[in-house]
């Protein structure tokens, strides 16, 4: 039985598979196997992990037409190990990577899930805004950062996780649907109190091109993101913040309300809104009333929430709201 199963979703990665595979065998954890899934390809990418793989009993090549949800539970299911490493075709991992992150789960038995930071493989000139979700993504190590951010976006680079295989039974694996499977599947184990970690080391180089998924597919759109963790919100919402207190959204501007009402379609009700725009302030939107910051009422009396997605305001409004006494969690989340 291997140390470690990489589970490695594979589609028209011709280009870039044998780097990614190399990349394994260049771990220095060496008792490890790929199960390799080939999900569908129109191009060379089968024949080029064949051949590796004849060379290397380690690899094992299975095929695969049921979408990435459907390949990422294929390779769990055919996998030997009790951990799971995520891999992509298109992505690089350190020599170290394996090593560490088992040897973590090892030696903390507590952490169901850990992951690492990592390289962002783009030009971050023309891909500002990827090279800076890498920098957040990155600056979230332990697990009260990796929970208490868990609903601005999907706190890691999915392949470079490892995982407790038993998760996958106790609590579901992938799930196929109008959302990002990676994140969706984050919130449902946290959801479940499944702890989460990051090693401080970059052990993968995230590599970004035009065709990916994450670019081209609506399953990852920005939309598609605010309705899945939406659902997860409103049910930490209904089961952590009794009444008499109440839900208050940081930021009354319409897109941020729109984002902000698919937690009404999930049987959250909306008492009023922040904003500092004098304009708004003293009004009603949607019924309720929109207040400054100074105006909120006691923090014992409500929770807030953060959905203002302008770069920036994410820091400011945390900023304002634990200099009114209130504490992240407790008090207060970021959602944007």
């Not at 470079?160 to 106790?170: A, M, N, P």
């Not at 090693?199 to 670019?215: F, N």
């Amino acid at each position: 039985m291997p140390l470690v199963s990489v589970v490695m979703p594979v589609r028209n990665a011709a280009a870039t598979v044998a780097r990614a595979v190399a990349s394994i065998q260049s771990q220095t954890l060496r008792d490890w196997e790929l199960v390799a899934l080939d999900d569908g390809s129109k191009d060379a990418t089968r024949f080029i992990l064949i051949e590796m793989a004849q060379l290397d009993p380690r690899i094992r090549v299975l095929r695969t037409k049921s979408g990435i949800a459907g390949a990422l539970n294929a390779g769990i299911a055919a996998a030997a190990s009790e951990f799971i490493a995520r891999m992509d075709g298109d992505d690089e991992m350190m020599p170290d990577r394996l090593a560490r992150q088992v040897a973590f789960l090892q030696e903390n038995p507590s952490v169901g899930v850990v992951g690492s930071r990592v390289e962002f493989g783009g030009d971050p000139a023309k891909a500002a805004g990827y090279a800076l979700h890498v920098e957040w993504v990155n600056s979230l190590l332990t697990s009260d950062e990796i929970t208490l951010n868990r609903f601005v976006e999907s706190p890691f680079a999915h392949p470079s996780v490892t995982f407790r295989r038993h998760l996958v039974d106790d609590h579901g694996g992938y799930r196929d649907g109008d959302f990002p499977e990676d994140y969706e599947l984050w919130l449902r184990w946290m959801d479940v109190n499944v702890k989460m970690a990051k090693l401080p080391d970059t052990l993968l180089t995230w590599h970004d091109w035009p065709g990916r998924a994450s670019r081209t597919d609506p399953r990852y759109s920005p939309e598609a993101f605010y309705k899945l963790k939406a659902f997860w919100l409103a049910e930490w919402l209904k089961r952590e913040i009794e009444p008499p207190r109440t839900i208050w959204i940081w930021g009354a501007g319409r897109p941020t309300r729109q984002r902000a009402a698919h937690l009404a379609g999930h049987g959250v009700t909306i008492a009023g809104y922040i904003d500092i725009d004098a304009k708004k302030t003293g009004k009603k939107v949607g019924g309720v009333p929109v207040v400054a910051p100074a105006d909120l009422p006691p923090r014992e009396q409500n929770f807030v929430l953060g959905y203002v997605g302008v770069r920036g305001a994410r820091d400011y409004i945390r900023g304002q709201l634990l200099a009114t006494g209130r504490a992240e969690g407790r008090n207060f989340l970021m959602c944007a």
